[in-house]
């Protein structure tokens, strides 16, 4: 598998992003989807996580209730709608694809929030 983060990009506190994540290859909707994000100086943290039978979690706390994870198995895509964005949100946000023992991860992008 191939992952392919976009949409990140410069937002002004109080936005809005929502991130993609494309996924070439075969069975993607085999795989468990998540989101992690690493700030800088900081350990790689689980941001949320979407299984392959459709089931939601949002693990960070920080996060609950402003974002929202959702899979398209049509178009081999996971989505991560981020709301109600602060400056704790600046990280390079990494999708990840896990069927065991398969493990792939992409190769991040990049989220700023700053006025």
């Known amino acids: 598998l191939q992952l392919v983060e976009s949409g990140g990009g410069l937002v002004q506190p109080g936005g809005s992003l929502r991130l993609s994540c494309a996924v070439s290859?075969?069975?993607?909707?085999?795989?468990?989807m998540s989101w992690y994000r690493q700030a800088p100086g900081k350990e790689r943290e689980l941001v949320a996580v979407i299984k392959s039978t459709g089931i939601s979690l949002n693990y960070a706390e920080s996060v609950k209730g402003r974002v929202t994870i959702s899979r398209d198995n049509a178009k081999n895509t996971v989505y991560l709608q981020m709301n109600r964005l602060n400056a704790e949100d600046t990280a390079v946000y990494y999708c990840r694809a896990q069927s065991w023992p398969c493990d792939y991860w992409g190769q991040g992008t990049q989220v700023t929030v700053a006025s």
């Open positions: 290859g075969y069975s993607f909707s085999r795989y468990d």
